[in-house]
């Protein structure tokens, strides 16, 4: 079990950005492609930040629980966290015009999902 939720962490997110957000880049119009991520983003980052908090208490409760362990489903919680607490900021930015603050929050956005996702593969390795 305590592979396991990290290992759904990784999927989760080569799902989403790889198959997901890509075909509803190229199906949707730029309108309703606007509407689906507005819906989806926040569900995708409230659901690894769950993910990442079962994942902590899994390696707490576990009997040899790593340091390694516990430092990556903590940094997985607190990062996807942060992504889902940012989303009004980007969606405002947007709704402004504001490409700057977009971009920053964006950035963010995308460099804790991809810390996450290295994260959560190295964990069976340093767990």
């Not at 309108?31 to 707490?60: C, D, H, Q």
């Not at 989303?87 to 947007?94: D, E, L, V, W």
């Not at 995308?110 to 767990?127: D, E, H, Y």
């Amino acid at each position: 079990m305590q592979d396991f939720l990290p290992g759904l962490i990784v999927g989760a997110i080569i799902l989403q950005v790889t198959i997901i957000a890509p075909s509803m880049f190229r199906t949707l119009d730029l309108e309703n492609f606007g509407k689906a991520i507005r819906a989806i983003w926040p569900k995708f980052f409230a659901m690894i930040a769950i993910l990442g908090a079962l994942s902590t208490a899994v390696v707490y409760l576990h009997n040899d629980n790593s340091f390694y362990a516990l430092i990556i489903s903590v940094t997985t919680t607190v990062l996807a966290t942060i992504c889902y607490a940012i989303i009004p900021a980007t969606n405002r930015a947007t709704d402004e015009g504001d490409q700057k603050t977009f971009n920053i929050l964006h950035r963010i956005s995308v460099g804790f999902t991809i810390t996450i996702l290295i994260l959560n593969i190295a964990f069976p390795f340093l767990s």
